[in-house]
């Protein structure tokens, strides 16, 4: 069975400092990761995904996150937060083999930016 | 980019009434779409996944009878509330999987909150 946790319910940054949202998983055999922001009042939109190939994966708004195997970890990081970024940070995982295309999501992590 | 639209985007209906939600894919064909809720800071909780021209599959302890979904074409996925009760109350979001040269991705719509009076 596949898992994802996101040990933080809320990360605040200040404006122009590197934010982190970390994200660990668990699952059976090689991993397809991503990322989801949620505004408020609004849907799901698509920040990044790892599939293969490069450990670190460059995605939307600057955003990027880096896959670590022997951690199990895939952590979103930005080098210079903006306000702008406050949302919900949502990671999942799926198993890349199957017929099943539905991915684990994480319970999500505020993140909070002050000006 | 692959869009997904969702609509109602705000549905308010009374107690016992029935309300359907309006999922589709603009610019891809998605024989595949996942119906979501979600509770106040909690995760997306996964109600269904629904296939084009088949039935639906429902996970555990979700009342298929109670969320009916229709995935009548390749563009469209509809998930009808019946007889709505005010716990019905809840953000519903779906998505769509793009099926491409360069793999799968999944798309979600904008999210319909449902109140329930």
């Known amino acids: 069975a596949q898992s994802v946790a996101q040990p933080e319910d809320q990360v605040n940054v200040a404006e122009g400092n590197p934010l982190t949202v970390k994200c660990t998983y668990s699952?059976?055999?090689?991993?397809?990761l991503f990322w989801y922001v949620q505004y408020p009042n609004r849907g799901l939109q698509f920040l990044l995904k790892?599939?293969?190939?490069?450990?670190l994966v460059k995605g939307s708004y600057g955003f990027e996150a880096e896959f670590n195997k022997s951690q199990t970890s895939f952590h979103l990081k930005k080098p210079s937060a903006l306000v702008s970024d406050s949302a919900l940070y949502f990671c999942?995982?799926?198993?890349?083999?199957?017929?099943?295309?539905?991915?684990?999501f994480g319970r999500g992590t505020s993140l909070i930016v002050h000006p | 980019g692959a869009v997904v639209s969702q609509h109602p985007s705000r549905v308010i209906c009374k107690s016992g009434t029935s309300v359907k939600i309006e999922c589709r894919s603009l610019?891809?064909?998605?024989?595949?779409m996942f119906w979501y809720r979600q509770f106040p800071k909690q995760s997306l909780m996964l109600m269904a996944t629904?296939?084009?021209?088949?039935?639906?599959?429902?996970e555990q302890g979700v009342e298929k009878d109670k969320f009916l979904i229709n995935h009548a074409s390749l563009t469209l996925s509809t998930l009808t509330v019946t007889s709505a009760h005010p716990e019905d109350s809840s953000f519903y979001i779906c998505?769509?999987?793009?099926?491409?040269?360069?793999?799968?991705?999944?798309?979600f719509g904008e999210g319909s909150w449902l109140t329930v009076v």
């Open positions: 629904s296939n084009e021209g088949s039935k639906a599959t429902y």
């Open positions: 998505s769509a999987r793009a099926d491409t040269s360069s793999g799968n991705t999944i798309y």
């Open positions: 999942a995982v799926r198993e890349p083999s199957g017929g099943s295309y539905i991915p684990t």
């Open positions: 790892y599939i293969t190939g490069d450990n």
């Open positions: 610019d891809f064909q998605a024989t595949t």
């Open positions: 699952v059976s055999g090689n991993p397809y």
